[in-house]
């Protein structure tokens, strides 16, 4: 996962060795500046902005 500043949204990238063969983007909304997993398995995003937020985003129940 990569954070998109432009893009304002996290690129979530398909590998099969080192080539890209998928990738998806999902948007947030707001500069991301950076992408981590947590010990968690969280995702944890960093916004880009004056008042900026380290997100965190899990998966939702059904």
Known sequence: MIG???S???IRLTLDGET???EER???GA???DVEQGLDGA???LTDAGD???LR???QSP
């Open 4 to 6: 998109g500043l432009s």
């Open 20 to 22: 890209v063969t998928g």
């Open 31 to 33: 500069r991301i500046r």
């Open 43 to 45: 995702v944890y995003a």
């Open 52 to 54: 900026g937020a380290v």
């Open 8 to 10: 304002q949204a996290i």
């Open 57 to 59: 985003i899990t998966a």
């Open 26 to 28: 999902i948007p947030m």
